[in-house]
C-alpha cells in the first residue's frame, strides 16, 4: 500500500537555528497538506498546496515558517530560526480529489 | 470557523468491554466526518468516514460510528475493545468546499489486559 513518506523522523535543534522538512506525497495525490501537531492536541493546519500552487497559508507563521512544492510532488517545509514554541509533530498528508487525507509519519521537532 | 470537540481526554477499559468515544461539532451545513486513529508509535490512519448516505458507518478492525445531524455529533463505537486498540483517537470534519480537516484534541483509550 502506498504512503507519505517523511523525512527526518526526528529532528533536534537549538533555537535561533534552520530546520527542514521533507515529505513525498502518494503518487498521484495532487493535494498535499502541512500540519502541525502540538502534544495533547489535534494536528492543526499549516498550509495547503494543490499542485504547485498554494491554497492555503493562513495558518502558517510566515515570518519564520515557508513551504514549497516547487514541480507540484514533493514539498519542503521551513523552519527559520526555531524558536522554543515550535516543538512539536509536523505531519504531511495528501489526497486525491475526495476528502480522504492520508498521514505520513511525522517529523518530532525538538528546540532546544 | 468549524470545531470539533471531543468529551473525553482519557478512557480506560477494560478487555471486552463496550466504548464509546463523543464527538461533537459546530457548524450548520454540509459536512464530512471521519475517525482518525493513531497507535503508539504509529501515523494517523484512517478508521471511518461519513461523505453521505447511510447515517450509521463501518470502519475496520470493528469500529463504527452513527451521525446524527440533529445533535451534531459523530460518536464512535466499539461493542467489544480488545488490548491493541490502545491508542488516540481523533474525529475530524471538512465543510464546504475547503476540504481542511479541522481536528478534536484527541481522546486517549487505554485497555487493559
Known amino acids: 500500500e502506498a504512503e507519505v513518506a517523511q523525512s527526518p523522523r526526528y529532528k533536534i535543534t537549538e533555537k535561533s537555528q534552520a530546520v527542514a522538512f521533507w515529505c513525498d506525497p502518494i503518487s498521484g495525490h495532487a493535494t498535499l497538506y502541512w500540519y502541525r501537531q502540538i502534544l495533547g492536541q489535534g494536528p492543526e493546519l499549516l498550509v495547503q498546496f494543490q499542485d504547485e500552487s498554494v491554497v492555503d497559508d493562513s495558518q502558517l507563521p510566515k515570518d519564520r515558517f515557508s513551504a514549497e512544492r516547487l514541480k507540484g510532488v514533493d514539498s519542503t517545509l521551513k523552519i527559520q530560526p526555531a524558536e522554543l514554541g515550535d516543538s512539536a509533530m509536523y505531519l504531511c498528508a495528501s489526497s486525491l480529489v475526495t476528502d480522504t487525507q492520508y498521514f505520513g509519519p511525522g517529523t518530532r521537532l525538538t528546540v532546544l | 470557523a468549524q470545531s470539533v470537540s471531543q468529551h473525553n481526554h482519557h478512557v480506560i477499559l477494560s478487555e471486552a468491554a463496550s466504548l464509546e468515544l463523543g464527538c461533537n461539532y459546530s457548524?450548520?451545513?454540509?459536512?464530512?466526518l471521519f475517525w482518525y486513529v493513531q497507535y503508539p508509535g504509529q501515523h494517523l490512519q484512517l478508521l471511518l468516514k461519513y461523505f453521505s448516505g447511510d447515517p450509521l458507518v463501518k470502519g475496520i478492525k470493528g469500529f463504527e460510528a452513527e451521525f446524527i445531524k440533529s445533535k451534531f455529533s459523530f460518536n464512535l463505537r466499539k461493542p467489544s475493545v480488545q488490548w491493541s486498540d490502545t491508542a488516540e483517537y481523533f474525529c475530524a470534519v471538512t465543510t464546504g468546499s475547503a476540504r481542511q480537516l479541522t481536528f478534536g484534541s484527541g481522546t486517549q483509550l487505554t485497555v487493559l489486559p
Open positions: 457548524y450548520g451545513g454540509t459536512v464530512n
